[in-house]
């Protein structure tokens, strides 16, 4: 069974940095396509950044390049740098991978820019 638990969101102000883990059970991440999305109040989710089965690569929203990095550990876990923080960025956060033709995702964990 594959499920995805997101943390480290919380409220912080413009500038800070955060780090998103997605602890992940029933799949091995280095050998999938992982996604991270996010959902502002009041708008359609949207994506953030993807990684690539191996070293294949990254992809990056406009909004977030140069600030956001995505990254993995060899087997479980998935993490979100997220730097430069802007009160934009406000949203709840989903990991999101592609397991044998299926999307599946996480429950979202809350990220809150303010001053």
């Known amino acids: 069974q594959v499920q995805l638990v997101e943390s480290g969101g919380g409220l912080v102000q413009p500038g800070d940095s955060l780090r998103l883990s997605c602890a992940t059970s029933?799949?091995?991440?280095?050998?999938?396509?992982v996604s991270w999305f996010r959902q502002a109040p009041g708008k359609e989710r949207e994506f953030v950044a993807r990684m690539g089965p191996g070293g294949s690569g990254t992809d990056y929203a406009d909004s977030v390049k140069g600030r956001f990095t995505i990254s993995r550990d060899v087997r479980r876990t998935l993490y979100l740098q997220m730097n430069s923080l802007k009160p934009e960025d406000t949203a709840i956060y989903y990991c999101s991978v592609i397991y044998r033709g299926n999307q599946y995702w996480g429950q979202g964990t809350q990220v809150t820019v303010s001053s």
């Open positions: 029933g799949i091995v991440v280095s050998s999938l396509h």
